[in-house]
T-cell receptor
C-alpha cells in the first residue's frame, strides 16, 4: 500500500534560519504530492502541491520539488518566520485514487 | 463561499455507545471524505462518498458507516464505541469525479472522547 514517511517529529529553527523538512513516499502508482499545514484547533489546509514529476510547488516562500528518482518531496524555505510555526503534513494521492495518505507530521516551532 | 463545516465541535461518549457526526461540504463540492486523526498522528482515511454512494474505504471496521445526502452533506456513524476511537474526526470535501485526483478541503473537525 501507499506510505509517506516524515523523519522529523519536530524541528526548532530560529527566526531567519533556513529550513528543510523531509518527506519520502512509497507507492506503486504515479501520485500527486501535497504539503498540508495544520494550526491548533483547525483542520489541515492545503499548503502547496505538485501533480507530476519535476513539478515544484510554491506558497508563501515555501517550495517542494517532486523528485521521482528519489521518491521525495522535501519542504524548504530560505528564511523561516515565527508565523510559520505549525504542524506540516506531507501527503500523497495515487493516480486514480480517492484518498489522501498522510505522513505523521512535523511540528515546526520557530524560535523568535 | 462557505467552507466545510462540522458539528458538533466536541463530544464525549461512553464505551459501547453510538455516535453520529455531521459535515456540510463546501459550496459546489459533490464528494465528501472522512478521516480519523489520533493525537500526534496524521489523518487516516476512513471512507469517501460520491453522489450518495460509498466510493472507497480505508482500513476501518464495518461499525464505521456513513451517509451522503442529496445536498452533498454527510454523516459519519460509529457503533459500539471503543476507547481507541477517541480522536479528531475530519471531513473533507472536493469537486471531482470518482477515481480522479483533486484537492480536498478540510473542516475543523469533531473532537470525540470515549470514556
Amino acid at each position: 500500500g501507499d506510505s509517506v514517511v516524515q523523519t522529523e517529529g519536530q524541528v526548532l529553527p530560529s527566526e531567519g534560519d533556513s529550513l528543510i523538512v523531509n518527506c519520502s513516499y512509497e507507492t506503486t502508482q504515479y501520485p500527486s504530492l501535497f504539503w498540508y499545514v495544520q494550526y491548533p484547533g483547525e483542520g489541515p489546509q492545503l499548503h502547496l502541491k505538485a501533480m507530476k514529476a519535476n513539478d515544484k510547488g510554491r506558497n508563501k516562500g515555501f517550495e517542494a520539488m517532486y523528485r521521482k528518482e528519489t521518491t521525495s518531496f522535501h519542504l524548504e524555505k530560505d528564511s523561516v518566520q515565527e508565523s510559520d510555526s505549525a504542524v506540516y503534513f506531507c501527503a500523497l494521492s495515487g493516480a486514480g485514487s480517492y484518498q489522501l495518505t498522510f505522513g505523521k507530521g512535523t511540528k515546526l516551532s520557530v524560535i523568535p | 463561499e462557505t467552507g466545510v463545516t462540522q458539528s458538533p465541535t466536541h463530544l464525549i461518549k461512553t464505551r459501547g455507545q453510538q455516535v453520529t457526526l455531521r459535515c456540510s461540504s463546501q459550496s459546489g463540492h459533490n464528494t465528501v471524505s472522512w478521516y480519523q486523526q489520533a493525537l500526534g498522528q496524521g489523518p487516516q482515511f476512513i471512507f469517501q462518498y460520491y453522489r450518495e454512494e460509498e466510493n472507497g474505504r480505508g482500513n476501518f471496521p464495518p461499525r464505521f458507516s456513513g451517509l451522503q445526502f442529496p445536498n452533498y452533506s454527510s454523516e459519519l456513524n460509529v457503533n459500539a464505541l471503543e476507547l481507541d476511537d477517541s480522536a479528531l474526526y475530519l471531513c473533507a470535501s472536493s469537486q471531482g469525479l470518482a477515481g480522479e485526483s483533486y484537492e480536498q478541503y478540510f473542516g475543523p473537525g469533531t473532537r470525540l472522547t470515549v470514556t
